[in-house]
């Protein structure tokens, strides 16, 4: 059941995305552009959601050891800034920066260009995003 709450929770998402426009590389990237021809509308977007998401949030930040569908929730990692966060922070905004794509868009538009409506580059796109992300695990793995 978790796993179906998971899928459809995704789907609600990338839909969310797709029609928001917020899969555009240029809608993003004129965003970006604060000194240019600036397009507010993510801004507007990322408001509108959060509009959404704080009354629910409020009503569930009181701890828990269980989400609402029962699974066991992991504690919360320890509130420090080290080397690690910082890296991958500065890694994901350089990305997001130069092309426009951050991870759950890249999905988005991965299921876009399936349907062969979207940017064919896309999966190559979500190809290295997958590389870098098995590579960390055995970069981590052989540090520890």
Known sequence: MSNLISLLSGLLFGLGL???GMVDPARVMGFLDL????DPSLAFVMGGALLVFAPGYAWLVKPRRQSLSGMQLPAPPAGRVDARLVGGAALFGVGWGLLGICPG???ALLGVTMLGTEQPLIALFVLAMAVGLLGVDRLLAAGA
Not at 35 to 38: H, K, L
């Open 35 to 38: 000194f240019g021809q600036w």
């Open 18 to 20: 797709v029609v928001s």
């Open 105 to 107: 868009p890249g999905l």
